[in-house]
Each structure stands twice: as C-alpha cells, then as structure tokens.
C-alpha cells in the first residue's frame, strides 16, 4: 500500500515516515501543499495524510480541491488544533478522520488500517460483475455463466472463485486463498484449496478448449483468459 505524508514539520515526518516504512507501507512525503496536491491528484496513493498548516495550500484547501476533482481517496487530517469547529470545518472540506497532534504512531497506524479497509470493502463492492474471458460471476445475483452455459456453484465454490476472478492474472498462494475464502478455520484440512480448485475446473474448464484455471508449480493458482 502506497501513503503520501504531507506535513512541513520535518522531526515528525520522519517518525511517521519511519514507523509506516516499518510496517510495510511504501511512504513518499512532501513538506509543501502545492507539491502535496499534485502527488495527491496522482491517483497512485491509497491514503493520504494531510497535516493542516502547510506552505501554499492549507490542509483545508487541498482536501477541498481533491474532493472537486473527484478524487476519492482516504484524507485522514492531522492537526493541532482541537477545537469542534476544527474538526468539522476538516470533515466538511473532504477529510474521513481527523488526529489531534500529539498523537501515539500505534493510534496513526490504527487510523491507516481501517482508513484502508473502508477504501478496499467500497472498490470492492462498486465491481458487481466480474468477468474472465467468456467466464462472468455477477455478484449480486450470485450466478456464474460461461459463454451461455449457466455454472452452478456452492457458496464456498463462488467464494474461492471470486477471490481468484477479483485479481485476474495474479498467481494467489494456497495460503491467500485460505485467509481469503476460508480464515484460517483450525478445522480446514492442508489440501482444501486443492480440492476446490479440482471442483471449479470440473464446473468451469470441462467441455472448454480454453482453460482459465491455471497452476503456477509450487506458488498457487490463476485465473486468465490468454
């Protein structure tokens, strides 16, 4: 996950900068709000952390130009300034949370994750129908089809094969698709993923030239239609 860190206060930005690195999140910083408003308006961030009080623009104003251009990704706003009107006028210019200064890194990182969450559960459920090649999974119907061949699925069947259709191309290791379809039930046997793996290919490859299920030796499985 990638965070952009504006904030002209130089000794914390490398505290946060630092404790963000060191829980695996890719950190650019910029100490200016013109500049932060450009890498903002990027589109390449998943979080953007805002401190009010900046050279050029304020906090204030870089959310609101954000939210005109239709940027929707998650401002958390950092402040020392506490008061209610604060936090509104912050909120209304655009911001989802608001963090008073001084505040604990593990309440920032606290932040970051849900922040996070919200921005993956809302791209997640703005994509209503997945489609692979010729293979759709309308989500809301919970339907799968294969060209006009109407596939009938178990509800853990779906569920590993959604996983697999929402990254397209991407090899996803039997443990992902454990924590993904599964959590990690203590009852699941070693070689669940293998079993359902061979249930989809029966339902969705048999009777097929093109096969989309696809296994990368000792990595985990795909889904592609090339």
Known sequence: ?????????????????????????????????????????????????????????????????????GATVPILMLTARDG?????????????????????LAELLARVRALSRRAKMGAAAETQILTVGDLELDIPAREARRGSRRIELTAREFALLETLMRHPGQVMSRSQLLDSVWSYDSTTESNVVDIYIHYLRNKIDRGFDRKLIRTARGMGYAIRAD
Not at 14 to 33: I, K, M, P, Q
Not at 36 to 46: F, H, M, N
């Open 1 to 69: 996950m990638k965070i952009l860190l504006v904030e002209d206060e130089a000794r914390l930005a490398t505290a946060v900068r630092r404790v963000l690195n060191d829980e695996g999140y890719a950190t650019d910083w910029s100490a200016d709000g013109a500049d932060g408003l450009s890498r903002a308006s990027s589109g390449e961030y998943d979080v953007v952390l805002l401190d009010v009080m900046l050279p050029s623009y304020d906090g204030y104003e870089i959310a609101r130009r954000l939210r005109r251009d």
């Open 84 to 104: 209610i009107q604060d936090r509104v006028r912050g909120l209304d210019a655009g911001a989802d949370d608001y963090l008073v200064k001084p505040f604990a």
